[in-house]
T-cell receptor, first 112, second 114 residues
Framework: GAGVSQSPSNKVTEKGKDVELRCDPISGHTALYWYRQSLGQGLEFLIY????????KSGLPSDRFSAERTGGSVSTLTIQRTQQEDSAVYLC??????????FGPGTRLTVT | AQTVTQSQPEMSVQEAETVTLSCTYDTSESDYYLFWYKQPPSRQMILVIRQEAYKQQNATENRFSVNFQKAAKSFSLKISDSQLGDAAMYFCAYRPSGTYKYIFGTGTRLKVLA
């Protein structure tokens, strides 16, 4: 079946602009995660959603970052007033309740 | 704090040879899961193998196997009969049971030499 999809694949934006990154999880997966991967670094946890529970936002680096998941499916990660240090690959993953995370191809964000 | 350490930023292996990638982790939990993910240049993270901490038997998946030493908090990945397609970044990850937060190491870049 279809895997996790993310859009756009690449995004270039000017410093100070807002961006929205989209994630379409695998159908039926109740858990959805966002991670950030900076150049040469590992994956940094940002946020996860699990069913109807309150999301774990403990990894969001600042209040410029927010995420929502509508209808238990699609998720949008929003970064307001982008800064150059926000440049990274943003990875989304989904899983069944206790299953293994399946990752999407990521969105490469470049802030100029 | 729970951490995952991959001390080898880069490794090389000759095609058809065997290579072992190291991973150590720090946790006070007794029940958790460990994973190895592969990330080729396409950026797509692919699960290679996973291990439940309560299982003593080391997980294997075709040419990939792990050496899980719970007391030492070590979780190394062995790739046998290395192939050119194995070239990628390999990430070790830890997830406590009952949570959904994965903690990743910084990765090891594996080069396979023809």
């Amino acid at each position: 079946g279809a895997g996790v999809s993310q859009s756009p694949s690449n995004k270039v934006t000017e410093k100070g602009k807002d961006v929205e990154l989209r994630c379409d999880p695998i159908s039926g997966h109740t858990a959805l995660y966002w991670y950030r991967q900076s150049l040469g670094q590992g994956l940094e946890f940002l946020i996860y959603f699990q069913g109807n529970s309150a999301p774990d936002k403990s990894g969001l680096p600042s209040d410029r970052f927010s995420a929502e998941r509508t209808g238990g499916s699609v998720s949008t990660l929003t970064i307001q007033r982008t800064q150059q240090e926000d440049s990274a690959v943003y990875l989304c993953a989904s899983s069944l309740a206790a299953g293994v995370a399946n990752f999407g191809p990521g969105t490469r964000l470049t802030v100029t | 704090a729970q951490t995952v350490t991959q001390s080898q930023p880069e490794m090389s292996v000759q095609e058809a040879e065997t290579v072992t990638l190291s991973c150590t982790y720090d946790t006070s939990e007794s029940d958790y899961y460990l994973f190895w993910y592969k990330q080729p240049p396409s950026r797509q993270m692919i699960l290679v193998i996973r291990q439940e901490a309560y299982k003593q038997q080391n997980a294997t998946e075709n040419r990939f196997s792990v050496n899980f030493q719970k007391a030492a908090k070590s979780f190394s990945l062995k790739i046998s009969d290395s192939q050119l397609g194995d070239a990628a970044m390999y990430f070790c990850a830890y997830r406590p049971s009952g949570t959904y937060k994965y903690i990743f190491g910084t990765g090891t870049r594996l080069k396979v030499l023809a």
